[in-house]
Protein backbone atom coordinates (compact mmCIF):
# COMPACT_ATOMS: atom_id res chain seq x y z
CA UNK A 1 0.00 0.00 0.00
CA UNK A 2 2.90 2.31 1.13
CA UNK A 3 4.92 1.72 -1.91
CA UNK A 4 2.16 1.63 -4.19
CA UNK A 5 1.80 5.50 -2.76
CA UNK A 6 5.30 6.85 -3.10
CA UNK A 7 5.54 5.05 -6.78
CA UNK A 8 2.74 7.35 -7.68
CA UNK A 9 3.96 10.21 -6.03
CA UNK A 10 7.67 9.30 -7.43
CA UNK A 11 6.15 9.27 -11.36
CA UNK A 12 4.00 12.60 -10.41
CA UNK A 13 7.24 14.02 -9.77
CA UNK A 14 9.03 13.04 -12.20
CA UNK A 15 6.16 13.46 -14.98
CA UNK A 16 6.07 17.47 -13.37
CA UNK A 17 10.10 17.55 -13.85
CA UNK A 18 10.01 15.92 -17.75
CA UNK A 19 6.76 18.94 -18.10
CA UNK A 20 9.11 21.65 -16.47
CA UNK A 21 11.68 20.67 -18.63
CA UNK A 22 10.17 20.42 -21.54
CA UNK A 23 8.15 23.58 -21.11
CA UNK A 24 10.23 25.84 -19.53
CA UNK A 25 13.57 25.04 -21.62
CA UNK A 26 12.53 27.09 -24.79
CA UNK A 27 11.44 30.02 -22.60
CA UNK A 28 14.55 30.63 -20.87
CA UNK A 29 16.56 30.47 -24.03
CA UNK A 30 14.67 33.19 -25.87
CA UNK A 31 15.02 36.34 -23.13
CA UNK A 32 18.79 34.92 -23.31
CA UNK A 33 19.16 35.64 -26.60
CA UNK A 34 17.14 38.85 -26.49
CA UNK A 35 19.36 39.78 -23.87
CA UNK A 36 22.79 39.34 -25.58
CA UNK A 37 21.59 40.64 -29.09
CA UNK A 38 20.73 43.99 -26.52
CA UNK A 39 24.18 44.14 -25.15
CA UNK A 40 25.71 43.72 -27.58
CA UNK A 41 24.08 46.49 -29.38
CA UNK A 42 23.94 48.92 -26.56
CA UNK A 43 27.85 47.86 -26.50
CA UNK A 44 28.74 48.67 -29.83
CA UNK A 45 30.12 52.19 -29.49
CA UNK A 46 31.69 51.32 -26.22
CA UNK A 47 35.08 49.05 -26.77
CA UNK A 48 35.33 45.58 -24.50
CA UNK A 49 37.59 47.68 -22.36
CA UNK A 50 35.39 50.28 -21.05
CA UNK A 51 33.17 47.58 -20.46
CA UNK A 52 35.22 45.56 -18.41
CA UNK A 53 36.05 48.72 -16.52
CA UNK A 54 32.43 49.53 -16.33
CA UNK A 55 31.55 46.36 -14.62
CA UNK A 56 34.50 45.60 -12.03
CA UNK A 57 36.30 49.09 -11.86
CA UNK A 58 34.16 51.92 -11.99
CA UNK A 59 33.07 51.48 -7.44
CA UNK A 60 36.52 52.75 -6.83
CA UNK A 61 38.02 54.44 -9.70
CA UNK A 62 34.72 56.23 -10.74
CA UNK A 63 32.42 56.28 -13.91
CA UNK A 64 34.83 58.53 -15.67
CA UNK A 65 37.99 57.25 -14.08
CA UNK A 66 37.62 60.35 -12.08
CA UNK A 67 38.54 58.44 -9.11
CA UNK A 68 36.40 57.71 -6.03
CA UNK A 69 38.45 55.20 -3.19
CA UNK A 70 40.82 54.61 -5.84
CA UNK A 71 43.22 57.29 -7.30
CA UNK A 72 42.37 59.14 -10.53
CA UNK A 73 43.14 57.00 -13.74
CA UNK A 74 42.54 59.94 -16.44
CA UNK A 75 46.04 60.00 -16.93
CA UNK A 76 47.29 56.65 -15.78
CA UNK A 77 49.35 56.02 -19.05
CA UNK A 78 51.29 59.27 -18.25
CA UNK A 79 52.25 57.54 -14.75
CA UNK A 80 52.28 53.81 -15.65
CA UNK A 81 53.62 51.63 -18.58
CA UNK A 82 51.03 48.98 -19.69
CA UNK A 83 52.87 46.75 -18.24
CA UNK A 84 52.68 48.07 -14.89
CA UNK A 85 48.70 49.11 -15.49
CA UNK A 86 48.80 45.07 -16.21
CA UNK A 87 50.51 43.84 -12.95
CA UNK A 88 48.63 46.60 -10.63
CA UNK A 89 45.03 45.07 -12.21
CA UNK A 90 46.31 41.38 -11.65
CA UNK A 91 48.02 41.55 -8.18
CA UNK A 92 46.20 44.76 -6.74
CA UNK A 93 47.78 46.31 -3.45
CA UNK A 94 47.91 48.96 -1.74
CA UNK A 95 43.68 49.06 -0.80
CA UNK A 96 43.42 47.69 -4.84
CA UNK A 97 41.91 44.20 -4.95
CA UNK A 98 43.64 41.40 -6.72
CA UNK A 99 41.93 41.03 -10.19
CA UNK A 100 43.42 37.17 -10.65
CA UNK A 101 41.33 34.52 -11.61
CA UNK A 102 38.38 37.24 -11.84
CA UNK A 103 39.59 38.62 -15.33
CA UNK A 104 41.25 36.64 -18.28
CA UNK A 105 44.38 37.63 -19.27
CA UNK A 106 43.41 38.79 -22.93
CA UNK A 107 40.40 40.58 -20.76
CA UNK A 108 43.35 42.21 -18.13
CA UNK A 109 45.74 43.10 -20.92
CA UNK A 110 42.82 45.12 -23.37
CA UNK A 111 42.28 46.68 -20.47
CA UNK A 112 45.94 47.62 -19.14
CA UNK A 113 46.15 48.91 -23.07
CA UNK A 114 43.02 51.13 -22.79
CA UNK A 115 44.43 52.87 -19.46
CA UNK A 116 47.58 53.19 -20.95
CA UNK A 117 46.15 55.31 -23.83
CA UNK A 118 45.00 57.75 -21.43
CA UNK A 119 47.41 60.08 -20.80
C1 LIG B 1 37.92 48.11 -4.07
C2 LIG B 1 38.33 49.28 -4.79
C3 LIG B 1 39.06 49.12 -6.10
C4 LIG B 1 38.66 48.45 -7.24
C5 LIG B 1 37.39 47.64 -7.44
C6 LIG B 1 39.65 48.69 -8.24
N1 LIG B 1 40.66 49.47 -7.73
FE1 LIG B 1 42.29 50.14 -8.70
N2 LIG B 1 42.97 50.96 -7.02
C7 LIG B 1 42.31 51.03 -5.81
C8 LIG B 1 43.14 51.68 -4.83
C9 LIG B 1 42.76 51.95 -3.37
C10 LIG B 1 44.35 52.02 -5.47
C11 LIG B 1 45.59 52.67 -4.88
C12 LIG B 1 46.57 51.55 -4.61
C13 LIG B 1 47.96 52.01 -4.33
O1 LIG B 1 48.15 53.17 -4.01
O2 LIG B 1 48.85 51.16 -4.45
C14 LIG B 1 44.21 51.56 -6.85
C15 LIG B 1 45.17 51.72 -7.82
C16 LIG B 1 45.02 51.42 -9.15
C17 LIG B 1 45.98 51.70 -10.19
C18 LIG B 1 47.32 52.41 -9.99
C19 LIG B 1 47.03 53.89 -9.90
C20 LIG B 1 48.25 54.73 -9.66
O3 LIG B 1 48.10 55.95 -9.79
O4 LIG B 1 49.30 54.18 -9.33
C21 LIG B 1 45.46 51.26 -11.35
C22 LIG B 1 46.08 51.34 -12.73
C23 LIG B 1 44.17 50.68 -11.05
N3 LIG B 1 43.93 50.81 -9.71
C24 LIG B 1 43.33 50.11 -11.99
C25 LIG B 1 42.17 49.45 -11.67
C26 LIG B 1 41.37 48.72 -12.60
C27 LIG B 1 41.67 48.62 -14.08
C28 LIG B 1 40.35 48.17 -11.92
C29 LIG B 1 39.26 47.24 -12.45
C30 LIG B 1 39.71 46.02 -13.04
C31 LIG B 1 40.47 48.56 -10.53
N4 LIG B 1 41.59 49.33 -10.42
C32 LIG B 1 39.59 48.20 -9.54
C33 LIG B 1 41.05 50.54 -5.55
C34 LIG B 1 40.32 49.76 -6.43
Redesign the pocket.
Known amino acids: MHKRLMMITFLAAAALGICLIIFNLPEKQSPGNVNNSQTATSSANASPAAT??KS??V???GTDLQGK?????TQ?GA??SKE??YA??MK??????S?EGR?SADE?AS??KW?SDKT
Open positions: TYNCACHIGPNLIKLQIKIGGGGMPFLTLAL
